[in-house]
């Protein structure tokens, strides 16, 4: 059974800290990604990495870093959290596309800041 | 850029009701077209896909037909369950001119069905 695992269910942060958010899968994927779903706006993309030590910016990656030293592991990090970062973060991956791309999701972290 | 408009929720029906959620996209070259649910508690899971116009893609009496002429591929199923409730996001994947493909996601549709 195919499983993205996202390390914190819930977290609660203050402000101005350094937050990181882990993600692993144990799909062999090569790209992963984290998104933010906010009530009334979806998912928006914050970054994405096709492949290890690779990546890219998504739609919304002001105030967050990436790093992925291995396959399997994608870290979102907050370098210095702000309540307009409270949300609920999601990680995705999927295979490399192949006309036919399809998403696994973890369960979601949803991070307060205070 | 790619984009993904969707039907604006909250959709509320009654058990066995037909369902439609609408969903229109626009995007460049040709894209695949996904839905995806979330129900409570949970990340989003596949519910079906289309990769090219006019194929239909369907899972769990859900169907959805990928209309190219309208760029549209709207949810439907006829007859909902109480179990159906959940949000519902449509998405599509492009390759874009430059950088690597991803997913574009609609605001997303709750759906709640009372019994």
């Given at each position: 059974d195919v499983k993205v695992t996202q390390s914190s269910r819930y977290l609660v942060k203050r402000t101005g800290e350094k937050v990181f958010l882990e993600c692993v899968q144990d799909?062999?994927?090569?790209n992963m990604f984290w998104y933010r779903q906010d009530p009334g706006l979806g998912l928006r993309l914050i970054y994405f990495s096709y492949d290890v030590k690779m990546k890219e910016k998504g739609d919304i990656p002001e105030g967050y870093s990436v790093s992925r030293e291995k396959k399997e592991r994608f870290s979102l990090i907050l370098e210095s959290a702000s309540t307009n970062q409270t949300s609920m973060y999601l990680c995705a991956s999927s295979l490399i596309w192949a006309g036919n791309t399809e998403a696994f999701f973890g369960q979601g972290t949803r991070l307060t800041v205070v | 850029g790619n984009s993904v408009t969707q039907m604006e929720g909250p959709v509320t029906l009654s058990e066995e009701a037909f369902l439609t959620i609408n969903c229109t996209y626009t995007a460049t070259g040709y894209p695949s077209l996904f839905w995806y649910v979330q129900y409570p508690g949970e990340g989003l899971q596949l519910l079906l896909k289309a990769t090219k116009a006019d194929d239909k893609g369907s899972n769990k009496g859900f169907e959805a037909t990928y209309r190219k002429e309208t760029t549209s591929f709207h949810l439907e199923k006829g007859s909902v369950q109480v179990s159906d409730s959940a949000v519902y996001f449509c998405a599509l994947s492009a390759a874009p001119e430059f950088g690597n493909e991803k997913l574009t996601f609609g605001t997303g549709t709750r759906l709640t069905i009372i019994p």
């Amino acid at each position: 059974d195919v499983k993205v695992t996202q390390s914190s269910r819930y977290l609660v942060k203050r402000t101005g800290e350094k937050v990181f958010l882990e993600c692993v899968q144990d799909m062999d994927h090569e790209n992963m990604f984290w998104y933010r779903q906010d009530p009334g706006l979806g998912l928006r993309l914050i970054y994405f990495s096709y492949d290890v030590k690779m990546k890219e910016k998504g739609d919304i990656p002001e105030g967050y870093s990436v790093s992925r030293e291995k396959k399997e592991r994608f870290s979102l990090i907050l370098e210095s959290a702000s309540t307009n970062q409270t949300s609920m973060y999601l990680c995705a991956s999927s295979l490399i596309w192949a006309g036919n791309t399809e998403a696994f999701f973890g369960q979601g972290t949803r991070l307060t800041v205070v | 850029g790619n984009s993904v408009t969707q039907m604006e929720g909250p959709v509320t029906l009654s058990e066995e009701a037909f369902l439609t959620i609408n969903c229109t996209y626009t995007a460049t070259g040709y894209p695949s077209l996904f839905w995806y649910v979330q129900y409570p508690g949970e990340g989003l899971q596949l519910l079906l896909k289309a990769t090219k116009a006019d194929d239909k893609g369907s899972n769990k009496g859900f169907e959805a037909t990928y209309r190219k002429e309208t760029t549209s591929f709207h949810l439907e199923k006829g007859s909902v369950q109480v179990s159906d409730s959940a949000v519902y996001f449509c998405a599509l994947s492009a390759a874009p001119e430059f950088g690597n493909e991803k997913l574009t996601f609609g605001t997303g549709t709750r759906l709640t069905i009372i019994p």
